[in-house]
């Protein structure tokens, strides 16, 4: 079964802090992606990558940065968190090509910014 | 521009009722078009998928039906759960495309009364 973890479920975090949310997959995909998900706005897309050292801005890249070294770790940067960052933030991946069009989604890392 | 727009965004259906989420598009290139759960909790997860070529696809009690010339999509849910209580969402996306993004619908909120 493919595997994406978040680094953490839960974070709080306080205004201006520098924040680093990290994602990893087990199963060697291309593509990842970081969204963030809000009632009522579903999930947006922030960043994503299509290879290590590529990436690609999404619909709301504003406040955030992304760093992809390694193909299996895919890492979301606040870089001064502000309240309205304030969200869930879910990562994930899927390999490169025709028959691997499937998403896998990590659990998500709750984010409050004070 | 929201490239792809779902309704309802909540949904009360009764214990063996029809659930039907509806989804259009604007982009005629898309060429995959998805749909996916999510539980509280976790992440969103794949649930059943269709390419243009058919107007139909059945996967037990789960069905898209698609519409190529109105450019909509819709999930039905026959013989609606308790445990089928859940977020959808509806997506889109060009399975040539390297960069492998999809493009969200804003979800619908599912709750099914026993």
């Known amino acids: 079964d493919v595997k994406v973890t978040q680094s953490s479920r839960y974070l709080v975090k306080r205004t201006g802090e520098k924040v680093f949310l990290e994602c990893v997959q087990d199963m060697d995909h291309e593509n990842m992606f970081w969204y963030r998900q809000d009632p009522g706005l579903g999930l947006r897309l922030i960043y994503f990558?299509?290879?290590?050292?590529?990436?690609e801005k999404g619909d709301i890249p504003e406040g955030y940065s992304v760093s992809r070294e390694k193909k299996e770790r895919f890492s979301l940067i606040l870089e001064s968190a502000s309240t309205n960052q304030t969200s869930m933030y879910l990562c994930?991946?899927?390999?490169?090509?025709?028959?691997?069009?499937?998403?896998?989604f990590g659990p998500g890392t709750r984010l409050l910014v004070l | 521009q929201q490239q792809v727009k779902q309704s309802p965004q909540s949904l009360i259906v009764q214990k063996g009722g029809i659930s039907i989420i509806n989804c259009a598009y604007e982009?005629?290139?898309?060429?995959?078009f998805p749909w996916y759960q999510q539980f509280p909790g976790k992440g969103p997860a794949l649930l059943i998928a269709i390419r243009p070529d058919v107007s139909e696809k059945k996967e037990g009690r789960f069905t898209i039906s698609f519409n190529k010339s109105a450019k909509q999509f819709s999930l039905h849910i026959m013989d609606s759960q308790p445990g089928d209580s859940a977020t959808y969402f509806c997506a889109a996306g060009n399975r040539g495309s390297t960069l492998g993004r999809l493009y969200f619908g804003r979800g619908t909120q599912l709750t099914v009364w026993p």
């Open positions: 982009n005629t290139a898309f060429d995959y």
């Open positions: 990558s299509y290879d290590v050292k590529m990436k």
């Open positions: 994930a991946s899927r390999g490169a090509g025709l028959g691997t069009e499937t998403q896998y």
